[in-house]
């Protein structure tokens, strides 16, 4: 068994299916996840996939104690992948405080505690979102980044900073920031997938409901953006591909391969696609045509974003290898699997 790796958020989406490509690639992984906005019977999903359960602790990594108890506990941690966020822009506008004290308290409990140790390495799930509207596309990891829209999208901007004052007060203190595009999709076993709770705010679950019968019809948040076909674009980029590029980056960190001790790479596909091009995807993979509306703008989303990868494929060493089709059948069938059509 290789080094022992913390999956802060390990029930999540994109934290199990790390989960799965860490232990595929010989990790031994403890989750810490409070399930606050996902389920301990993903445990089980993980297992049937790999085989191995991995170890996992219900903690509040708000309560400051609890960290520090934890670490105190299991001192031969490697690495650490943190996941562990409220990730809802719209919730994030009515509800700061919120994110505030579960996105950023966390963060500075976790960096207290692995700071102090002597394998100080760490790769933070960060966002496209720092980039606001971009003023070119596709967008670099030197974009500037804009006024963040929402206490959500401030979060990981000042996550990024608090982390990279960590890197340069300790040099010994590795980290990279990942910044996903759109994750989507489910791994292939339909053994993990996606659990939105309640209404989904994300395209593609709201897509698969709809079309699985949960949801009367898609709402599409505008056709008079400036693009090809009125709808905004986006880099849909599957959650597999996302996952395998965090076990490539803290490789990177163990591995000492690193130029610097705080990066930060994009993660998406590089290509863009409109709303109305996903509908087309889904419809085309599934055989169906989809219920779906044109309504007014959603505030806040952006026209357009998708990725450069040049990083992430050159200096990283990752590429995605799923495109839109796989990714949205994946998803598709999975909602198949769990709302039993
Ligand atoms: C995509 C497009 C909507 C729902 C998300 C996360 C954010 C970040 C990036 C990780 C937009 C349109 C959506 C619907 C629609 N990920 N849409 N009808 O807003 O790009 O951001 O990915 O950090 O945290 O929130 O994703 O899926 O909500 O929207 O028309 O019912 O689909 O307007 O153009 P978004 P999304």
Redesign the pocket.
């Known amino acids: 068994m290789k080094s022992k790796i913390l999956v802060t958020g390990g029930l999540g989406f994109i934290g199990s299916h790390t989960v799965v490509e860490l232990q595929a690639n010989g990790y031994d992984v403890i989750i810490i996840d409070n399930c606050s906005n996902s389920t301990e019977k993903v445990l089980e999903g993980i297992y049937n996939i790999t085989g191995i359960r991995p170890d996992y602790e219900n903690i509040d990594l708000r309560i400051k104690n609890d960290v520090v108890d934890f670490f105190s506990r299991h001192k031969n941690i490697a690495g650490v992948i943190h996941f562990a966020a409220s990730?809802?822009?719209g919730e994030s506008v009515h509800n700061p405080l919120l994110y505030y004290e579960n996105n950023l308290s966390t963060l500075i409990y976790l960096l207290q505690q692995i700071n102090e140790s002597n394998q100080s390495n760490f790769i933070f799930?960060?966002?496209?979102?720092v980039y606001g509207e971009a003023d070119s596309l596709p967008i670099t990891e030197n974009a500037p980044i804009k006024p963040a829209i929402s206490p959500?999208?401030n979060t990981?901007q000042v996550g990024e900073e608090i982390i990279k004052d960590v890197c340069f007060a300790n040099t010994d203190f590795q980290a990279i920031a990942l910044?996903?595009?759109?994750?989507?999709g489910a791994h292939d076993s339909t053994q993990i997938g996606e659990l939105p709770i309640g209404v989904?705010?994300?395209?593609?679950?709201?897509?698969t409901q709809t079309a699985i019968g949960i949801r009367k019809e898609?709402?599409?948040?505008?056709d008079d953006?400036p693009t090809e076909d009125g709808?905004?674009?986006?880099d849909y980029i599957h959650v597999v591909d996302l996952a395998k590029a965090h076990v490539i980056a803290l490789e990177r960190l163990l591995n000492n391969k690193a130029n610097t001790n705080f990066e930060v790479f994009n993660l998406g596909t590089g290509i863009g696609n409109?709303?109305l091009e996903?509908v087309q995807s889904f419809e085309k993979v599934s055989n169906s045509s989809l219920n779906y509306k044109i309504?007014p703008?959603?505030s806040?989303?952006?026209t357009a974003?998708y990725a450069d990868t040049t990083l992430a494929n050159e200096v990283l060493g990752w590429k995605t290898s799923l495109n839109l089709d796989q990714a949205i059948a994946s998803a598709w069938k999975w909602e198949q699997k769990i709302n039993k059509k």
């Open positions: 990730k809802a822009v799930s960060s966002s496209c979102t959500y999208g990981k910044r996903y595009f759109n994750p989507i989904p705010l994300n395209l593609i679950p709201y897509i898609l709402s599409i948040y505008g953006y709808t905004c674009v986006r409109s709303v996903v309504v703008r959603r806040g989303d952006v974003a």
